[in-house]
């Protein structure tokens, strides 16, 4: 069992950056792969960006492309998620999720673990 814990949201101002971490409990988390998403209220959960169980390979949705980076620390059994440039788009509620089937991609029902998420609110 994995249980995920996302922190590092909050306010800011278009342009400015934020570092959101997701923290997991439980030493199979080393073989997870990881998938960031994000839900605007009324709105589906859409992916993010997604990193294989090792941190050698990562997958981005085009709209972060060059601005979100992912990187993962299994000694700390934390994944995070560097954002820069945001944007009043980019707000929304962020949650970090997790699987064992070796997938990194967008399709949320193939994530068996999720966090409960953390806020990032972007103003212009």
């Known amino acids: 069992q994995v249980q995920l814990v996302e922190s590092g949201g909050g306010s800011v101002q278009a342009g400015d950056s934020l570092r959101l971490s997701c923290a997991a409990s439980?030493?199979?988390?080393?073989?997870?792969?990881v998938g960031w998403f994000r839900q605007e209220p009324g709105k589906e959960r859409v992916f993010v960006a997604g990193i294989s169980y090792g941190g050698g390979a990562t997958y981005f949705t085009d709209s972060v492309k060059g601005r979100f980076t992912i990187s993962r620390d299994n000694a700390k059994n934390t994944v995070y998620l560097q954002m820069s440039s945001l944007q009043p788009e980019d707000t929304a509620v962020y949650y970090c999720?997790?699987?064992?089937?070796?997938?990194?991609?967008?399709?949320?029902?193939?994530?068996?673990?999720w966090g409960q998420g953390t806020q990032v609110t972007v103003s212009s």
């Open positions: 999720a997790a699987n064992t089937q070796g997938y990194y991609g967008a399709s949320s029902f193939k994530y068996d673990y």
């Open positions: 439980g030493r199979a988390f080393r073989n997870c792969d």
